[in-house]
């Protein structure tokens, strides 16, 4: 364009070269009149204002002219390139120089400068230009696979935009502005250089307001929400891909990843780097770099520290403040530089900081799963120890008690949790507490709910008693005693360990002023915190009841167990015994003693009688006894005595075999001598002995009495056990451990009492005037059955039960035992009436011809057997003894009813605990059963609501 | 101690009562200290109390059983040795007491007494002379007066 355009454009504006160029704030007048003062007024000024305004005026259609940007090419030209530009003329030169830093710079806020201008046309070009595509890209919600490439091409786009707008800025705006600078500097300022820092250059000033005004419209063109969430994925994602291989190079193959973790470190850099530069670096980017670092740790934790370390058992937290020391800090470093954060390095402060907040991650997804890692203690030695470095954290302990007590009630304390189960994960619970906090503090607390409904169960005390005293060295073959009693074996591991230091139970350790190793109690401690006795797992669980309640449960299974009990020399009871009495005292004990002592005693008292009865028999018959006395004479134990017996049943067998009528040789009888006032109460059902025992127990009953003056023995011939030998026409067989019931029905099958029955007869109870004691026997004997070539002798289940006098459910029980052990069996299905099997191999081919259904038969009569026999422990039940006293209690009930009224049961129940003598032992269910039992006789009348009344009253 | 004694006495005379029940006789303890009783007499066969059933309550003092108990008829009763307010006139519950006597027997006593009045020393005139001159009006007022045990809750006695 020609200068002379140029200058009409100056005065007249003409549309079409005026697109780029506003109008001047201040509109050029030519020519007014002015009216000054007379003389020497500012008339020069006024002239020389008009002079500067058209001279300005020109050189911005000038400089504007040549600095526009193209905006024609939206559509066609969508790369929007940096062209190349025309070098400056040299009246552009000029008028640029005017503007910035010459006459026409903008003096005031009344005029608009040339790089506000400018910056005000790079806004315009990016809008209309730039920012739809950047738009388009953002428009919707970004998939997050796809997050590093928008984020990368929005850089990119914004960088050329970025280049576009600053190429011509610096190329032609800041030289003029630096050279101002320069001269100016040097002429006035130099002297102030190291007196104060260096202002900020007019050029700085101009470039710095430039790039804020340029950044602040490329922010606002990107949703700020979208892009802090993109960004923090990306960075995430990133951050997992140098974390995954940083782990990886760690397990073996450093070399192959190596490219790998520089790869996506690099690329993270670049993007960062880049959206720094074009200004989207700022406070987004940080925000969303915090969210992305927040995660990242989570998720790492997640997938390398959640790993439970089992084999070497060690506490992963070291490394894991060694991954966030070393791992997690540098790149967060890297991205803080990139991002040029102040200050853009992590202080041991922040360290500990994060370190905590992994180690309080760690440790809350550990205690999700702490009841886990109870149950498989101590293989999960390594989660508990990352747990105790968890619990030093603030907050940490309320955390993992309430947690682990939900997960307790949810998953321990219900119905469906055995006793033993219960009972075996709170034994582990206290070791595991113990190694997590030996203060026991936390035990304490998460132990409460566990111990309290361990208390609930009534099968609880049985269990301990019994696991107490199993050798835990059986080889956990069965997990139930005889009794039927389930038992833990992890009890019985604790019972076996050696007795730690004890010092006395009940000594108050906070008075002792002397201990020098007092410490105070903690101080998180609740009310009823006492100082736990380290680890024994044996005073918890003692100490889960009133001291006299598990004593009396004690009684009853010791006495059970004692009478049992195959050990002569009771080493294991006896010890069981010390133990439990240095804790719980010795006081209260007695009972236990003397049940102890009983069975002791009666050992020598057996020894002592049989000596006299050797010796008289000696004196007696000294022809026919002689040849045994060797046999007996060193008795001392049971299993010398049984190894006699087998060798008299051999004998037998010869003599049987000759069909010789003499009698078997006569059984052995060894009693067993109990106070009954000591002992809970026992089976006393009564019924016959074979005679032979019977016979015994008389002469045992004389001795006795010779030995002990005034006291009287009374048999009970339920308890006790016994060994026979049956002698049948094909075969002989030995049966040890039986019940005196099961002896006494298969010696009633035995024709005019030829059989050397060696029962062992019961359990006496001696009474004198003062203290009355019982006598269990143990006796062998051999029981031959020579009925060769005759008919097998029959009964039915009613004739034993007169003959016998004995309960029905007794002889069923015995005959179900022989019939599955092939001795006896129905002579018809179905009939009730029992012969012995004398012939095996005959009975059981015809048997089985008549009767397919028999052959099912002896296992279904022995697992009914094995069930009966579980029930038949000496010690009597619960239910037995509730069986027993059910007509006082009817006759309670009817009393109260009469007297007092229509009642509901849970009236009923407890007067009936406070008035009856000896209390009312069961709940709620057991007296609502008998009450509809009596419903059912008609002697009461149930009414709505649980409400019961006599009848008729 | 010696309320200890009188517990077990009372528990032990409780339990008899149980264990050898006497027709027409019952009691009970009313509350878990055992000193108050409650008991239920049925009226014997062939007296005008045929068939009814009579409340007691019996409260025994500390010095049981060397004191007697003293009983009273909670259900009102028309009968020539018992007032309007249900106190008895017997002799065994007053200078005759001793020792040996059991709640069983002094219940067993008063059933007697419901078919054998004691005339010569009445607490009621009128039921005394009644008993021998008019029996069917004896019997009338004695179903008047009577109330059964459901009555009696009614009226929250």
């Known amino acids: 364009m020609d200068h002379k355009s140029v200058v009409f454009a100056s005065v007249f504006p003409v549309p079409s070269l005026s697109h780029t160029t506003p109008t001047p704030i201040a509109t050029p007048v030519l020519g007014y009149a002015s009216f000054g003062p007379s003389f020497e007024g500012p008339a020069a000024d006024t002239a020389g204002a008009q002079q500067r305004a058209v001279r300005r005026n020109v050189a911005w259609s000038t400089a504007t002219r040549f600095l526009s940007l193209p905006k024609t090419q939206i559509a066609a030209d969508a790369s929007f390139e940096v062209r190349n530009r025309a070098q400056r003329t040299p009246d552009v030169e000029e008028a640029l120089e005017y503007l910035l830093v010459g006459e026409g710079r903008s003096e005031d806020e009344r005029e608009q400068g040339i790089v506000e201008w400018f910056a005000n046309e790079a806004t315009l070009h990016f809008a209309a230009v730039v920012r739809p595509r950047v738009a388009a890209l953002w428009e919707k919600e970004v998939h997050l696979s796809q997050a590093c490439e928008v984020l990368d091409q929005t850089q990119r786009i914004l960088e050329r935009a970025q280049n576009l707008y600053f190429q011509p800025f610096a190329d032609h705006l800041l030289p003029f502005l630096h050279r101002h600078a320069a001269a100016s500097s040097s002429s006035t300022v130099r002297h102030y250089e190291f007196a104060e820092p260096r202002r900020p250059s007019e050029a700085d000033i101009a470039r710095q307001r430039f790039q804020r005004e340029i950044h602040a419209a490329f922010t606002y063109c990107v949703s700020a929400r979208r892009f802090t969430k993109t960004l923090s994925y990306a960075l995430y994602d990133m951050g997992c891909a140098v974390f995954r291989v940083y782990i990886r190079q760690e397990a073996g193959s450093p070399q192959a990843k190596f490219d790998n973790i520089s790869d996506s470190r690099r690329r993270m850099v670049s993007l960062l780097q880049g959206l720094e530069r074009v200004g989207l670096g700022g406070d987004n980017a940080q925000r969303a770099f915090a969210h992305a670092m927040d995660k990242l740790m989570g998720s790492f934790i997640d997938s390398h520290y959640t790993k439970v370390d089992w084999y070497s058992r060690k506490s992963v937290v070291p490394h894991l403040r060694m991954f966030i020391r070393d791992g997690f800090c540098p790149l967060a470093e890297l991205v803080l530089e990139c991002l040029k954060c102040q200050p853009s390095s992590i202080d041991a402060k922040e360290l500990q900081v994060w370190q905590d907040m992994a180690l309080g991650r760690l440790g809350r997804a550990r205690v999700e799963d702490l009841f886990d890692y109870v149950i498989r203690w101590d293989k999960s030695l390594g989660a508990i120890c990352d747990l105790k470095e968890y619990l030093k954290l603030p907050g940490a302990k309320q955390h993992l008690t309430s947690n682990f007590s939900q997960q307790v009630s949810r998953r321990l304390l219900h119905p469906g949790a055995t006793t033993t189960f219960i009972l075996n994960v709170y034994i582990s619970v206290i070791r595991a507490f113990h190694e997590l906090e030996p203060k026991g503090v936390l035990l304490e607390r998460v132990a409460r709910p566990i111990r309290r409904y361990l208390r609930e169960r009534e099968d609880t005390g049985r269990i301990i008693i019994a696991s107490l005293l199993v050798d835990p060295n059986d080889g956990g073959s069965s997990a139930k005693t005889a009794a039927g009693v389930e038992i833990s074996y992890e009890i019985a591991k604790e019972m076996a360990k050696p007795l730690s230091n004890f010092s006395s139970a009940d000594a108050d350790d906070e008075l002792d002023y002397g201990d020098m190793n007092w410490q105070p109690l903690p101080s998180d401690a609740s009310p009823e915190y006492k100082k736990s006795k380290g680890e024994d797992v044996i005073w918890f669980l003692l100490s889960l009841w009133d001291r006299d309640d598990f004593i009396s449960e004690l009684k009853n299974i010791l006495g059970d167990h004692l009478l049992r009990c195959q050990d002569p020399e009771y080493e294991k009871e006896i010890r069981l015994l010390e133990l439990i009495k240095v804790r719980l005292g010795d006081e209260k004990l007695q009972a236990c003693e003397v049940m102890l002592r009983d069975v002791l005693d009666s050992k020598r008292i057996n020894a002592a009688t049989r000596i006299n009865e050797e010796k008289e028999k000696v004196l007696k018959t000294p022809e026919k006894r002689a040849p045994r006395t060797p046999e007996n004479a060193g008795p001392r134990t049971p299993r010398t005595r049984r190894a006699a017996a087998a060798a008299a049943a051999a004998a037998e067998a010869a003599s049987a075999s000759t069909q010789q009528k003499h009698a078997a040789p006569a059984p052995k009888l060894n009693a067993q001598i109990l106070s009954s006032f000591f002992w809970p109460p026992l089976r006393d059902d009564e019924f016959l002995v074979p005679p032979q025992i019977q016979a015994l127990q008389k002469e045992y009953e004389v001795r006795f009495e010779r030995i002990k003056g005034m006291r009287k023995l009374r048999w009970m011939n339920a308890l006790g056990d016994g060994s026979i030998t049956l002698e049948l026409e094909d075969r002989m067989e030995e049966f040890d451990h039986l019940t005196p019931w099961q002896i006494s029905v298969i010696c009633a099958f035995q024709e005019g009492g030829e059989e050397g029955g060696e029962g062992d007869g019961g359990f006496g109870k001696s009474s004198s005037t003062r203290n009355s004691s019982g006598g269990k026997n143990k006796s062998t004997g051999t029981a031959g059955e020579g009925h060769a070539g005759k008919k097998s002798v029959t009964r039915t289940a009613e004739q034993l039960e007169e003959m016998l006098q004995m309960d029905e459910d007794l002889v069923q029980q015995a005959l179900a035992f022989w019939t599955s052990k092939s001795i006896l069996r129905e002579t018809e299905p179905e009939s009730g009436i029992y012969e012995v099997i004398e012939n095996l191999s005959s009975s059981s081919s015809s048997s089985t011809a008549k009767t397919p259904g028999s052959a099912s038969k002896p296992t279904t009569s022995s697992s009914t057997a094995a069930a009966t026999a579980t029930e038949a422990g000496a010690v009597r039940s619960q239910a037995s003894i509730f069986a027993s006293k059910k007509e006082i209690y009817q006759s309670f009930v009817i009393g109260m009813l009469t007297n007092q009224g229509n009642a509901p049961v849970s009236r009923i129940l407890m007067m009936m605990r406070m008035v009856l003598p000896g209390g009312f032992p069961y709940g709620e269910e057991e007296l609502r059963v008998l009450l509809e039992e009596m419903v059912e006789e008609g002697r009461v009348v149930g009414f709505v609501g649980g409400v019961f009344g006599v009848k008729g009253n | ?157």
């Open chain 2, 1 to 157: 101690m010696a309320s200890n004694t009188v517990a077990q006495r009372l528990q032990k005379e409780l339990m008899d009562l149980l264990t050898h029940p006497t027709p027409g006789i019952s009691a009970f303890p009313s509350d878990s200290n055992l000193s108050l009783w409650t008991a239920t007499i049925t009226g014997p066969a062939d007296t005008p109390y045929d068939g009814l059933v009579f409340k007691l309550s019996m409260e025994f003092s500390p010095e049981y059983p060397y004191k007697a108990p003293t009983v009273l008829f909670r259900t009102p009763i028309y009968h020539p040795n018992v007032d309007f307010s249900g106190r008895i006139c017997l002799d065994i519950l007053k200078d005759r007491w001793s020792a040996v006597i059991s709640v069983g027997s002094v219940l067993l006593s008063l059933q007697s007494l419901l078919g054998e009045p004691n005339n010569a020393s009445p607490l009621n005139g009128q039921a005394a002379e009644l008993w021998d001159k008019d029996p069917a009006e004896f019997k009338r007022l004695v179903l008047a007066r009577h109330k059964t045990p459901e009555e009696l809750d009614a009226a929250g006695l």
